[in-house]
């Protein structure tokens, strides 16, 4: 478990050596400063979980540097000592930004008790700010089925699961990479810790590094004020990086930076930020080719693939369909206060002869289309209306010739799990050409 942080700025020796010893004793890491501008700097480059603050300092005090702190980072709570208390000061201390106010000597078991409350609460809000960060996912339980591939992989997630190196999370779009990721931190060491996501595929450079590492006020025409990054929101727990392999080469090697020295720089700041992450990434690209062709750097490759989980595609577990079909229909029957959707013979047999292209997502679609227009209890072939052509149906001789080359191209597109470069080359079409026939059959629609 991730030990607590703490700041202790004072300017007496006597002071700092019996409060260090004592919350050191307990279980928490202590940073000290002696003076406002040591402990701004401080502040900025440990990245304490809270600060205890004399209001007495060599340069000034605690009233001045309180928000000094809060414009750094105002989820840090901060606590002020002083031996001369009035209600007036204790007042004006809190309209500063001071979460406690207490007064010399103070009891060391008594503080013990307020940091511990203080960083529970913060730890709380971080929580509540991943989750609104968050978009929806699936809560699908990642192991859902009996077959080897399956068993193999809840093995190796077993193994790998406390640990604090990143993991590497690959396969193909849809098969439940992202779910696996939760799984790893809901079941590890950092799970009361935020859980962070992002989508790297879903942002510009500018966008994904503002999200990733946030800025300062001033650092671009429209940054009106400072800005958290996620790397924030998420120290000490899990950051999941989907789709990394699309991250813009000049943001990676500010994550690398991250991994390899737990250190950071919001834009337009100059100062370093400490944070303790562990990072989680998903893609379903080949980043060892990658690297090779210079397209993701190979130093960032190497740090992030230590531990490699591949989440198999679900037509190479076609026996864990009939499984997964029933776990989602029982969960939309349940929704819809329909009761148990069950499938017909005829149904679960066409499920497990599909290719899924689009995986688990692709299944779970399907399957509320098709509760959603049959309006039935029990599901037959005739209610499922798949993407694509299935292994066993015929392409017939009644298609037109646009017809033919789009059902031949879903097929190839399945065979090679949605990967377009593969599936261009197998068709002996260039990419371009590839996507805008897709692109052209997507507006169109079925």
């Known amino acids: 478990m991730t030990r607590t942080r703490i700041l202790l700025v004072d300017d007496e020796p006597g002071v700092r050596l019996g409060m260090k010893g004592y ?34 300092l060599p340069d000034g005090t605690a009233l001045e540097l309180l928000p000094r702190l809060k414009e750094i980072d105002a989820a ?40 511990e409350r203080l960083v529970s ?30 068993r193999f992989l809840q093995d190796q997630a077993e193994r790998v699961r406390d640990s604090d190196s990143p993991v590497l999370v690959t396969g193909e779009t849809g098969s439940g990479k992202s779910v696996l990721a939760r799984w790893l931190h809901e079941g590890g060491s950092r799970k009361d810790a935020p859980f962070v996501d ?10 994904l590094d503002s999200e990733l590492f946030g800025h300062e006020k001033g650092a671009f025409t429209s940054a009106v004020a400072a800005k958290q990054g996620l790397l924030e929101v998420a120290d000490r727990g899990t950051l999941f990086l ?60 190497f740090r992030i693939s230590t531990l490699i989980l591949h989440v198999p595609a679900l037509r ?56 959603l227009l049959s309006g039935a209890s029990r599901l037959s072939r005739g209610d ?30 399945a065979r090679e799990g949605g990967h377009v470069e593969r599936a261009a080359t197998k068709l002996g079409i260039s990419r371009s050409s590839l996507y805008a026939k897709l692109k052209g059959w997507q507006h169109r629609g079925p």
């Not at 000290?32 to 600060?51: C, I, K, L, M, W």
């Not at 993407?387 to 597109?413: F, K, Q, W």
């Open 23 to 56: 919350l050191t004793q307990h279980g928490f890491d202590v940073d000290e400063a002696t003076s406002v501008a040591e402990a701004q700097e401080g502040f900025r480059s440990h990245r304490p979980d809270v600060a205890v603050i004399d209001y007495r």
């Open 242 to 301: 989907d789709e990394i392999g699309d991250m813009d080469v000049a943001v990676q090697p500010k994550l690398l930076k991250v991994l390899e020295e737990k250190r950071f720089r919001r834009l337009g700041d100059v100062k370093d930020r400490r944070v303790d992450v562990r990072l989680v990434a998903a893609t379903h690209q080949d980043l060892s080719l990658a690297s090779r062709e210079k397209r993701f750097r190979s130093d960032l490759y």
């Open 76 to 115: 840090v709570p901060l606590v002020v000592l002083t031996g001369h208390g009035s209600i007036e000061l204790a007042v004006q201390a809190v309209k500063e930004g001071a979460e406690q106010f207490l007064t010399k000597p103070v009891e060391l078991a008594v503080l013990k008790v307020v940091l």
């Open 198 to 207: 992002l989508n790297c595929a879903a942002l510009s450079k500018d966008l």
């Open 316 to 371: 190479e577990r076609a026996e864990d369909v009939p499984v997964l079909a029933r776990h989602f229909l029982a969960e939309m029957g349940g929704a819809r206060g329909r009761g148990q959707v069950e499938l017909e013979p005829d149904a679960e047999k066409a499920l497990m002869a599909y290719s899924w292209p689009g995986n688990i997502r692709e299944l779970r679609n399907v399957l509320e289309r098709a509760v």
């Open 384 to 413: 499922l209306r798949f993407e694509s052509a299935p292994h066993d149906e015929p392409l017939g001789d009644d298609l037109t010739l646009e017809e033919l080359e789009r059902r031949h191209i879903e097929r190839v597109m």
């Open 121 to 150: 609460q913060r730890r709380e809000r971080q929580r509540h700010a991943a989750d609104r960060s968050r978009t929806a996912r699936s809560r699908v339980d990642p192991f859902l089925g009996d077959s080897a591939a399956i």
